[in-house]
Nanobody, 127 residues
Framework: QVHLEESGGASVQAGGSLRLSCAGF?????????IAWFRQAPGNEREGVAS????????LYSEAVKGRFTISLDKAKSMVTLQMDSLKPEDTGVYHC???????????????????WGQGTQVTVSS
């Protein structure tokens, strides 16, 4: 059974940085196609933040985080990280990693494109 686990969430001030990690998918690495990060703020829908294609490490970012966040994959460690810089209060939320067996390019930042999810880690950015 796959158990994705996120870590690294914390409370920081605006302008600060955090690094999130996602592990637990090594047993399925050979069948997953994408790993992504999503976030959900209270009262809001879950939104895609960044996605990475396992085969060639091609990345995709939402407009809200482009230029500030970086997703990366360490295949040897079976770990995906999300480096978050220049954090803003609107980045606050629970961040989940998710894994996909495959989806259309247009769905890479859509929750419906992902089959396995972690429980999430809280990120709070204060002004």
């Amino acid at each position: 059974q796959v158990h994705l686990e996120e870590s690294g969430g914390a409370s920081v001030q605006a302008g600060g940085s955090l690094r999130l990690s996602c592990a637990g998918f090594e047993s399925m690495m050979h069948v997953y196609r994408y790993i992504a990060w999503f976030r959900q703020a209270p009262g809001n829908e879950r939104e895609g933040v960044a996605s990475i294609y396992i085969e060639d490490h091609h990345t995709l970012y939402s407009e809200a985080v482009k230029g500030r966040f970086t997703i990366s994959l360490d295949k040897a460690k079976s770990m995906v990280t999300l480096q978050m810089d220049s954090l803003k209060p609107e980045d606050t939320g629970v961040y989940h990693c998710a894994a996909s067996f495959g989806t259309m390019y247009s769905q890479r930042l859509q929750p419906s494109g992902y089959q396995h999810w972690g429980q999430g880690t809280q990120v709070t950015v204060s002004s």
